[in-house]
């Protein structure tokens, strides 16, 4: 499976990071990570191809390139709203209008609370289209007890809404 990852806003990247740390290791995964997540956070994984956010032409750009799925993790609400009005004016809002024309897997996972009126428009807009909107909401009848059991839990979901098949949480029998 090629998978891309990318990573906006500011606020939540630790997530971000911890969704790519727990993927499988066949999993073959393209990361863009926007200015203001790297201003704090460093990116330093080996198992993952990492593109600037500027480069446009990056082979992830292309629909020939053929990615399986994109997740955004987080995703900014200046992110969400570009890509809802179909501009693509940086490799993250590009790999997204990409998989949207291919009908392709696109998880967002926006980081905002609360959610403007324009900001659930520009979801109901996007879930319309088959987008997966996705923002990490506590499940509280996952029993988790510690922050990092519910932080598994929100990124298992957000695995299986993609088909990656995980045991990061306890399922229901």
């Known amino acids: ?6 990573i906006t806003g500011a606020s939540g990247v630790a997530l971000g990071k911890k969704f790519i740390d727990y993927l ?26 990492l593109h600037s956010s500027e480069n446009i032409a990056a082979s992830i750009s292309s629909g020939s390139f053929r990615v399986d799925a994109t997740a955004i993790i987080p995703c900014s609400m200046n992110t969400l709203a570009k890509i809802a009005c179909g501009i693509s004016d940086n490799l993250t809002t590009r790999v997204a209008a990409v998989a949207l024309k291919e009908q392709k897997k696109l998880l967002l996972a926006p980081r905002e609370l609360p959610f403007s009126a324009i900001a659930l428009e520009n979801m109901q807009k996007l879930a319309a289209l088959g987008v997966i909107v996705a923002p990490p909401v506590m499940g509280y009848y996952s029993e988790a007890s ?28």
């Open 24 to 49: 499988p290791e066949n999993i073959d995964v393209h990361l863009v990570v926007s200015d203001n997540a790297f201003t704090v956070e460093s990116f330093e994984n080996t198992k993952v191809t």
């Open 146 to 173: 510690s922050l990092e059991e519910m932080e598994r839990f929100i990124i298992g979901k957000w695995y299986d809404a993609l088909g990656i098949d995980n045991n990061l949480f306890i399922r229901w029998e």
């Open 1 to 6: 499976m090629k998978l891309v990852v990318a």
